[in-house]
């Protein structure tokens, strides 16, 4: 937890933001695995919730009365029953107290406070809620059916919380800088363990094991898997087999839930081929040309099609592309190759806000996603970039087996992509490069001291150390 200060000076923030009514920011309750008393564990709380109330207990929930410029944090105090289970713990009054809220109530009281402000016809501030018992909670309170929540969520308050927390500061960062310390712990663990005959499971195993060793958690279900070309390929029971890569992509939460997210992908054997060399130095060549080209005032989404053009161009090259560069990338050819976006906002969520609508985060008035285009349309960042904002920074090449029978059947972007070739890379799977980078006064910066090993002798280095 930071400073009171931090949470009195990010709430008075807020209310200028956001002027008038009732603010209510719901933290999460236990969800429990396949029994109720049986949670998830670690309990991982709501990112808004901590952001301006610091507390990470379960069944809590935050109200800010503009109006009447009262704030209350609301929760039931346990008894002795729960006392005896899991021992003494501070009183809701004593929580709030420690964040600088002055007033404390049992969740009884926020029915009133919700009917009270029904009644009087003032505004009552949401956020969309992505877990079910927050969704029953507001129809109890607000009688929104969860079908309406979405929509009936207070965009005023989303924008000022995009607002806030998409500039990190100083205290923000040296914790993302802490984050990045167990990253590479994560994905050294992963160079070191990897060797032919293991499970993709041991390795995963391994490393979240990392993640939970020193922070709270893995920041967002780890990726460890040969078929890189699947982008959420979860760890099997398959065996790690000689002369294949490994995608790794995974991250870790320091105790105040900030998140490390980096991806790197290495030979299960300690050596690249030729072959994979040459489709892996593309990647590395997109991967450091971010840090030229991000900075303040530059939108992300330029800067993700100036790497499409490296991409593409480079694609040309090897034989499996052809045709005028901007014009394959304008018809979408390139997401053949890169079918996501370069990258996303991160910090207390591995992809920030996103629960509050990605359309918030990464884009604005200026920059609107493009929904229509194959690739295109899983960009999550887009907009005009701001000192202090952190971004990852994440190029892929994928060979897809099934978009490729798709596109060739289908005849999509013919005039740019040679099939035959492309046939021959079936078998290749997909790379990745990932770090999580700061926009600084007048550029950019890798996030983390170590730099995780990625160019290929440094990677090799490592793994047959
Ligand atoms: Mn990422």
């Given at each position: 937890m930071f400073s009171k200060e931090t949470y009195i000076d990010r709430r008075a923030e807020l209310k200028k933001l956001v002027k008038d009514g009732i603010i209510i920011i719901f933290g999460n309750n236990e969800s429990p695995?396949?029994?109720?008393?049986?949670?998830?564990?670690p309990f991982r709380q709501d990112s808004s919730f901590l952001y301006y109330f610091g507390q990470k207990r379960e069944g809590l929930v935050g109200v800010i009365d503009i109006d009447e410029n009262k704030e209350t944090l609301i929760g039931n105090d346990i008894d002795i029953e729960d006392i005896v289970w899991f021992g003494s713990v501070d009183t809701v009054k004593e929580l709030g107290e420690q964040v600088g809220v002055m007033h404390s109530a049992p969740m009884k009281e926020l029915k009133t406070i919700c009917s009270n402000a029904m009644r009087s016809g003032r505004k009552i501030h949401f956020l969309p809620p992505y877990r079910s018992d927050i969704k029953i909670q507001i129809f109890d309170l607000i009688g929104i059916h969860p079908n309406q929540q979405k929509e009936s969520a207070s965009l005023d308050l989303i924008n000022a919380i995009v607002k806030m927390r998409s500039v990190k500061t100083a205290e923000e960062i040296e914790e993302l800088e802490r984050a990045a310390i167990i990253g590479y712990k994560m994905h050294t663990t992963a160079m070191r363990l990897t060797k032919p005959g293991l499970t993709e499971k041991f390795v995963a195993g391994n490393v979240d094991g990392v993640a939970n060793s020193y922070g709270s958690m893995v920041s967002f279900p780890t990726i460890f898997s040969q078929h890189g070309e699947i982008m959420h390929g979860n760890p099997s029971m398959a065996e790690l087999k000689d002369g294949r890569l490994v995608l790794c992509d995974c991250g870790g939460e320091t105790i105040n839930h900030y998140c490390s997210d980096n991806t790197r992908t290495f030979p299960v054997n300690g050596k690249y081929t030729q072959r994979q060399l040459d489709i892996y130095n593309v990647v590395v060549e997109a991967h450091d040309a971010v840090l030229e080209l991000a900075k303040p005032g530059i939108k992300y989404a330029d800067v993700h099609f100036a790497i499409c053009r490296i991409i593409f161009n480079r694609m040309k090259e090897l034989g499996l592309a052809k045709g005028d560069t901007d014009a394959a990338i304008a018809a979408g050819a390139h997401a053949m190759f890169l079918p996501h976006g370069l990258g996303h906002m991160m910090g207390m969520d591995v992809h920030d806000m996103e629960a509050l609508g990605q359309i918030y985060v990464g884009f604005d008035e200026e920059t609107r996603p493009n929904l229509e285009q194959f690739g295109t349309n899983c960009l999550r960042m887009g907009r005009r970039l701001q000192e202090g904002f952190v971004v990852t920074d994440e190029p892929g090449i994928y060979f897809i087996p099934a978009l490729i029978d798709e596109w060739r059947e289908k005849k999509h972007c013919s005039e740019y992509l040679n099939f035959d070739k492309l046939d021959a890379y079936k078998d290749f799977g997909g790379i990745r490069l990932e770090d999580d980078i700061l926009i600084t006064k007048d550029g950019c910066r890798f996030i983390g001291k170590d730099r995780i090993p990625y160019l290929p002798k440094d990677v090799e280095a490592y793994m047959n150390a």
């Amino acid at each position: 937890m930071f400073s009171k200060e931090t949470y009195i000076d990010r709430r008075a923030e807020l209310k200028k933001l956001v002027k008038d009514g009732i603010i209510i920011i719901f933290g999460n309750n236990e969800s429990p695995v396949n029994s109720p008393a049986n949670g998830y564990s670690p309990f991982r709380q709501d990112s808004s919730f901590l952001y301006y109330f610091g507390q990470k207990r379960e069944g809590l929930v935050g109200v800010i009365d503009i109006d009447e410029n009262k704030e209350t944090l609301i929760g039931n105090d346990i008894d002795i029953e729960d006392i005896v289970w899991f021992g003494s713990v501070d009183t809701v009054k004593e929580l709030g107290e420690q964040v600088g809220v002055m007033h404390s109530a049992p969740m009884k009281e926020l029915k009133t406070i919700c009917s009270n402000a029904m009644r009087s016809g003032r505004k009552i501030h949401f956020l969309p809620p992505y877990r079910s018992d927050i969704k029953i909670q507001i129809f109890d309170l607000i009688g929104i059916h969860p079908n309406q929540q979405k929509e009936s969520a207070s965009l005023d308050l989303i924008n000022a919380i995009v607002k806030m927390r998409s500039v990190k500061t100083a205290e923000e960062i040296e914790e993302l800088e802490r984050a990045a310390i167990i990253g590479y712990k994560m994905h050294t663990t992963a160079m070191r363990l990897t060797k032919p005959g293991l499970t993709e499971k041991f390795v995963a195993g391994n490393v979240d094991g990392v993640a939970n060793s020193y922070g709270s958690m893995v920041s967002f279900p780890t990726i460890f898997s040969q078929h890189g070309e699947i982008m959420h390929g979860n760890p099997s029971m398959a065996e790690l087999k000689d002369g294949r890569l490994v995608l790794c992509d995974c991250g870790g939460e320091t105790i105040n839930h900030y998140c490390s997210d980096n991806t790197r992908t290495f030979p299960v054997n300690g050596k690249y081929t030729q072959r994979q060399l040459d489709i892996y130095n593309v990647v590395v060549e997109a991967h450091d040309a971010v840090l030229e080209l991000a900075k303040p005032g530059i939108k992300y989404a330029d800067v993700h099609f100036a790497i499409c053009r490296i991409i593409f161009n480079r694609m040309k090259e090897l034989g499996l592309a052809k045709g005028d560069t901007d014009a394959a990338i304008a018809a979408g050819a390139h997401a053949m190759f890169l079918p996501h976006g370069l990258g996303h906002m991160m910090g207390m969520d591995v992809h920030d806000m996103e629960a509050l609508g990605q359309i918030y985060v990464g884009f604005d008035e200026e920059t609107r996603p493009n929904l229509e285009q194959f690739g295109t349309n899983c960009l999550r960042m887009g907009r005009r970039l701001q000192e202090g904002f952190v971004v990852t920074d994440e190029p892929g090449i994928y060979f897809i087996p099934a978009l490729i029978d798709e596109w060739r059947e289908k005849k999509h972007c013919s005039e740019y992509l040679n099939f035959d070739k492309l046939d021959a890379y079936k078998d290749f799977g997909g790379i990745r490069l990932e770090d999580d980078i700061l926009i600084t006064k007048d550029g950019c910066r890798f996030i983390g001291k170590d730099r995780i090993p990625y160019l290929p002798k440094d990677v090799e280095a490592y793994m047959n150390a």
